[in-house]
């Protein structure tokens, strides 16, 4: 039997062991490693990782793991413990064993990273983890029942401008509704059988929204693994037309799209006006989502089931515009297709306030301090119960995060638990009216701007076109 998590107050010890490899492995003849070792272990190369005070190297395993490789260089030589348990049932650990040499002999447990273990040990307990509850069957027969609507109205109504432009606000409602279905399949397995799940991934995602995936795994992971990390985190990396803080305007690097995000002349107008455009760009975000696919399929990296993910999205590229062309004439086409992009534009709006307005930093993540960053860069929108199909589990930002496995029926749950662990360790709890996040966010693109404006004049001459142009006040 493994060793039985430490109540609340008490901290682990350099002794204490996770379960795989007990009976296996004489835990007191493997070496041991000092942090500053394991720290130097931090390249593709050569990549090592802490988990429970054990090291292992898990070079070999990078391009198999099924999470993706992202996850594993941005904690690369550190204490992966919290992340691991985050996204990883207690099966997994017996994986963990061929890649075992050594443990750490400096290992140390913050109060706050105990909090957390403990909590996470007593919802496996608890079986949260595996009850999924009706929320997912309940969305499933939602977004069936507004695709039959949508697709009703164009086809069986000829002559209806504003039906026609309704049966495209009500397709964004179904890619809004497809988008937390493929959300909560990708964190989690909704349906048991692991083919099955794989298949509604597609099915949500790829041929329903024309959104791969694959890239969303391997995007939304850097995310979580990085949250708010303004070189890492690929949810706050949109130069030229977003910046969230005034130190993207240093040119730095993005390590998820290698590459250095400028801040030229052309960024340095737009960002000025980020506040004015966000909600229009939100309104056809979609298209973003497409491009960023279509370019991830295509690229040389290692995409897990790239031909099966390709098919999904060439299903959807035969359907929706085949529905788009049985409306009359190409008013009411483009009509119905800024509809659809206009509403669900709604959904990209609600991933915006999550964490546009929160705690920003540069640097790649910490092992120890995993938890604080977490809740620093989250915020969480306050509604009903009712409400909760609208927002899809995003309204708990904070808790999905430091439980992403978690299905999203019980976030509301546990939430009393995260925000008294949040209190006992003097962390933020940030949470507000989905209208005062709106404002938030549109204040925090606005303060940015008036910098980027203001960053125009240092160092170079300005004419009068430009000064006309950027006045405020």
């Not at 130190?247 to 006006?273: E, Q, W």
């Not at 009903?384 to 430091?402: A, I, K, N």
Request: glycine share 6%; with cysteine; hydrophobic share 40%.
């Amino acid at each position: 039997m493994p060793p039985s998590i430490p109540s609340e107050g008490k901290l682990f010890t350099p002794t204490v062991t996770p379960p795989p490899e007990e009976g296996k492995v004489n835990f007191s003849t493997l070496p041991l490693i000092s942090s500053d070792e394991l720290r130097r272990h931090n390249t593709p190369e050569s990549l090592w990782l802490s988990i429970h005070g054990l090291v292992y190297d898990v070079t070999k395993w990078v391009p198999l793991h099924p999470g993706g490789d992202l996850p594993l260089k941005l904690l690369a030589g550190l204490d992966a413990t919290d992340p691991f348990l985050a996204y990883h049932p207690p099966f997994v650990n017996s994986y963990l064993t061929p890649y075992l040499i050594g443990r750490l002999s400096d290992r140390q447990v913050s109060p706050v990273s105990l909090s957390y273990r403990n909590l996470v040990t007593k919802f496996n307990s608890q079986g949260l983890f595996d009850k999924t509850g009706l929320l997912f069957a309940f969305s499933i027969f939602s977004a069936i029942a507004l695709l039959i609507t949508s697709v009703s109205l164009v086809v069986f109504v000829k002559d209806s401008f504003f039906l026609h432009m309704l049966a495209g606000g009500i397709m964004g409602l179904v890619w809004i509704q497809s988008g937390w279905l493929g959300h909560d399949s990708g964190h989690y397995k909704v349906i048991k059988n692991p083919t099955l799940n794989r298949i509604a991934q597609i099915l949500t995602g790829n041929c329903l929204t024309g959104i791969s995936i694959a890239w969303w795994k391997r995007n939304h992971n850097a995310h979580h693994i990085a949250c708010n990390s303004l070189d890492h985190d690929p949810d706050l990396q949109h130069l030229p037309f977003f910046a969230v803080s005034s130190k993207l305007f240093k040119s730095i690097r993005s390590y998820y799209y290698d590459r250095i995000m400028k801040f030229d002349p052309i960024a340095r107008f737009l960002l000025s006006y980020q506040h004015i455009t966000f909600y229009p760009v939100m309104g056809f975000a979609r298209i973003n989502l497409w491009a960023q696919s279509a370019m991830l399929l295509c690229s040389k990296n290692n995409v897990p089931n790239r031909w099966g993910d390709i098919l999904g999205v060439l299903v959807f590229w035969i359907w929706y515009p085949i529905l788009v062309s049985c409306l009359p004439n190409w008013g009411e086409r483009i009509v119905f297709v800024i509809a659809s992009f206009n509403v669900t534009g709604i959904q990209h709006v609600q991933f915006c306030l999550n964490h546009f307005s929160s705690d920003v930093y540069l640097g790649a993540p910490g092992g120890n301090d995993w938890f604080e960053k977490q809740t620093m860069g989250s915020l969480n929108i306050s509604c009903s119960p009712s409400m909760d199909w609208f927002h899809g589990g995003l309204q708990f930002q904070v808790e999905h995060h430091l439980f992403p496995r978690l299905p999203r029926c019980h976030l509301r749950t546990i939430s009393p638990l995260v925000k008294e662990l949040c209190k006992k360790h003097n962390l933020p709890y940030n949470i507000t009216s989905f209208w005062e996040a709106n404002v938030r966010t549109v204040q925090t693109l606005k303060d940015a701007a008036m910098k980027a404006r203001e960053a125009g004049g240092k160092g170079q001459r300005r004419n009068l076109v430009w000064e006309a142009v950027n006045t405020h006040g």
